[in-house]
T-cell receptor, first 114, second 111 residues
Framework: DAGVIQSPRHEVTEMGQEVTLRCKPISGHDYLFWYRQTMMRGLELLIYFNNNVPIDDSGMPEDRFSAKMPNASFSTLKIQPSEPRDSAVYFC????????????FGNGTRLTVT | QQPVQSPQAVILREGEDAVINCSSSKALYSVHWYRQKHGEAPVFLMILLKGGEQKGHDKISASFNEKKQQSSLYLTASQLSYSGTYFCGTASMGNFNKFYFGSGTKLNVKP
């Protein structure tokens, strides 16, 4: 079991550029979550998917953020255009769902927008 | 929706005990506990689902009160390896797949 795989591990970009974060969940997990972690706001839920369908995107901060899950083994989180306040660690997590299964987190992508 | 976690930080000597609390204004479906080391991803510790439940392994255990609004994580005879930030994650009765995390408790165990 390779676990949840995220790429890239680090991303440094300039304000205004497009950023795409990638996630491969654990095979067989029906739920995929995107979280953002900052010192000020902690772990924030941005969006989650069930069987590749977005269920709740109420945590997505602005229209600049979008997420997709074209198939069961791949998801992307895109920020366009990026701003310095988007700097954070972005985690992807997957689970079997039902509220009784643990979340398995990827190693995160540390995004720095200058 | 975000649970309230306390304390914000704890400093312990090896062998001492600690309790971390997590509370919600409404009854919860489940509580999860995670530990995050600096620069790493959160790692799952345990889940509590039933009111009045107590669960644990080794020297780390947790409880969930009868009303399912409060959970506590107990760290006994702490070891250096226990250092990190502990988070509770909660799911509500209305949406048991949507997890909100508390603000975290930073635990520092010193020799």
């Amino acid at each position: 079991d390779a676990g949840v795989i995220q790429s890239p591990r680090h991303e440094v970009t300039e304000m205004g550029q497009e950023v795409t974060l990638r996630c491969k969940p654990i095979s067989g997990h029906d739920y995929l979550f995107w979280y953002r972690q900052t010192m000020m706001r902690g772990l924030e839920l941005l969006i989650y998917f069930n069987n590749n369908v977005p269920i709740d995107d109420s945590g997505m901060p602005e229209d600049r953020f979008s997420a997709k899950m074209p198939n069961a083994s791949f998801s992307t989180l895109k920020i366009q255009p990026s701003e310095p306040r988007d700097s954070a660690v972005y985690f992807c997590a997957s689970s079997l769902g039902q509220g009784s299964s643990p979340l398995h987190f990827g190693n995160g992508t540390r995004l720095t927008v200058t | 929706q975000q649970p309230v976690q306390s304390p914000q930080a704890v400093i312990l000597r090896e062998g001492e005990d600690a309790v971390i609390n997590c509370s919600s204004s409404k009854a919860l479906y489940s509580v999860h506990w995670y530990r995050q080391k600096h620069g790493e991803a959160p790692v799952f510790l345990m889940i509590l689902l039933k009111g009045g439940e107590q669960k644990g392994h080794d020297k780390i255990s947790a409880s969930f009160n009868e009303k399912k609004q409060q959970s506590s994580l107990y760290l006994t005879a702490s070891q250096l390896s226990y250092s990190g930030t502990y988070f509770c994650g909660t799911a509500s009765m209305g949406n048991f797949n949507k997890f909100y995390f508390g603000s975290g408790t930073k635990l520092n165990v010193k020799p």
